[in-house]
């Protein structure tokens, strides 16, 4: 089974990964830096919409973030 705590590690490794700052992300998807920085560092995940964007200016799959093979 698939956990959150899996699913907030995959997307923290994409964040990381981008070679973004929090604000420029931040920006890129319409969000407030502090919430970047809750994804990072608090269990706070985004709204769907939110996470949509996130994959598309990540350039990553959804699937891959969701662990799902």
Do not use: W
């Not at 907030?8 to 919430?35: F, H, Y």
């Not at 985004?46 to 949509?52: E, R, S």
Request: with cysteine; aromatic share 2%; net charge negative.
């Amino acid at each position: 089974m698939i956990t959150l705590n899996e699913i907030r590690e995959k997307l923290i490794e994409a964040i990381n990964q981008s070679g973004m700052t929090q604000k420029q992300l931040a920006e890129k998807i319409g969000v407030c830096q502090q919430a970047i920085g809750q994804y990072l560092h608090q269990n706070k995940m985004p709204a769907l919409d939110t996470f949509a964007n996130l994959c598309a200016v990540l350039d990553i799959d959804a699937n891959e973030i969701l662990c799902i093979k």
